[in-house]
């Protein structure tokens, strides 16, 4: 078996990576765990839009795992968030972050990536917005 790769072709986070620099971080990140790699699952481009990696999701049977370039691509929701992680957990799959290093294969390592995204959600509110008025 393998881990099946999953890249955006959307910003992530408000920011663009270019899909072959996702792939190359992906496949890097399985290279180095001795990981086998099979090709990247690239989502589609409109926000909110997880039909693709719904498509991944349901290959969990035949796969290892799921390498996403980041765990920022993961849904806002954080119910969404946990049903995928459930579904991982119930095909005795684990679920992995290239960008962030992080993998998970347990309830406690996605408590991690649970508090990871409440921290940069928080930092993104609260980052200074200049003044328009003058």
Same mark, same amino acid.
């Given at each position: 078996?393998? #881990?099946?790769? #999953?890249?955006?072709?959307?910003? &992530?986070?408000?920011?663009? $990576?270019?899909?072959?620099?996702?792939? %190359?971080?992906?496949?890097? #990140?399985?290279?180095?765990?001795?990981?086998? !790699?099979?090709?990247?699952?690239?989502?589609y481009a409109?926000?909110?839009? !997880?039909?693709?990696?719904?498509? &991944?999701l349901d290959?969990?049977?035949?796969?290892? +795992?799921?390498?996403? /370039?980041?765990? !920022?691509?993961?849904? +806002?929701?954080?119910?969404?968030?946990?049903?995928?992680?459930?579904?991982?957990?119930?095909?005795?799959?684990? %679920?992995? /972050?290239?960008?962030?290093?992080?993998? &998970?294969?347990?309830?406690?390592? /996605?408590?991690? &990536?649970?508090?990871?995204?409440?921290?940069? $959600?928080?930092?993104?509110?609260?980052?200074?917005?200049?003044?328009?008025?003058?």
């Amino acid at each position: 078996m393998a #881990y099946r790769g #999953y890249i955006a072709s959307r910003p &992530v986070m408000g920011e663009r $990576t270019p899909q072959h620099v996702q792939n %190359l971080v992906v496949r890097d #990140y399985a290279w180095r765990r001795g990981l086998t !790699f099979a090709l990247s699952a690239t989502e589609y481009a409109m926000p909110d839009c !997880f039909m693709i990696f719904e498509q &991944v999701l349901d290959e969990l049977p035949r796969l290892d +795992g799921i390498i996403c /370039f980041s765990l !920022f691509m993961l849904p +806002g929701d954080a119910a969404r968030r946990a049903a995928i992680w459930h579904r991982v957990r119930a095909a005795g799959g684990s %679920l992995h /972050f290239a960008l962030e290093g992080l993998a &998970v294969h347990g309830d406690q390592e /996605f408590s991690r &990536v649970e508090d990871i995204w409440t921290a940069r $959600t928080v930092m993104k509110e609260s980052e200074w917005q200049p003044s328009t008025a003058r």
